[in-house]
C-alpha cells in the first residue's frame, strides 16, 4: 500500500493489508460454477461477460470452483508513520510515506486481434476509471 521512508533502515518498513482465512472447502456445482465464473470476470472487468462468448463445456470441466465456509479468521494492516526515535526526528533526514498505486494504464491489442474489433465498452469504462455499476445476478 505504501512505502514507510523512516530517517533510520531499520524504521523503515512498508504499510500492508494481509488477511488469513481458515476453513474448509467444497466444489460448487456446475451452475453456481457458472455463476462464480461470471462474478469473478465481472468484478474485475465490469461488464465484460456480455461481451464475450460463454464458457465451454470443456472449460467448465478443466476449471474447479471452491466454495470457503470460513471459521477463523486473521486480518493484519500497517498503516502508521514512521517510528523514528527522538535522536532521529531530532536529524535532518526526511521522513514520510509513498503511496503507491496500481491501475489500467492503457489496452494493447493483442496481435493477433482482427482489424475492426475495437476496445469494447466494458474495457473504456475501466480505463476511464468507471469501476462502479456492476452488480451480481
Known amino acids: 500500500d505504501a512505502i514507510v521512508v523512516a530517517r533510520s533502515a531499520f524504521e523503515s518498513s512498508m504499510h500492508y493489508r494481509s488477511a488469513v482465512l481458515f476453513g474448509s472447502c467444497a466444489p460448487v456445482s456446475d451452475d453456481d460454477k457458472v455463476r462464480a465464473l461470471d ?34 479468521w486473521s486480518l493484519k494492516v500497517s498503516d502508521g508513520w514512521p517510528e523514528d526515535g527522538p535522536d532521529d526526528v531530532a536529524g535532518p533526514a526526511w521522513a514520510g510515506v509513498l503511496p503507491l498505486a496500481t491501475g489500467v494504464t492503457s489496452a494493447l491489442r493483442a496481435p493477433d486481434l482482427a482489424e475492426g474489433i475495437d476496445v469494447p465498452r466494458s474495457v473504456h469504462d475501466l480505463l476511464d476509471g468507471k469501476r462502479s455499476g456492476y452488480s451480481p445476478a
Open 39 to 72: 462474478h469473478v470476470t465481472n468484478a474485475i472487468i465490469p461488464g465484460r461477460v456480455g461481451e464475450i462468448r460463454r464458457h465451454s463445456a470443456k472449460e467448465l470441466a478443466a476449471t474447479l470452483v471452491l466454495r470457503l465456509t470460513v471459521d477463523e
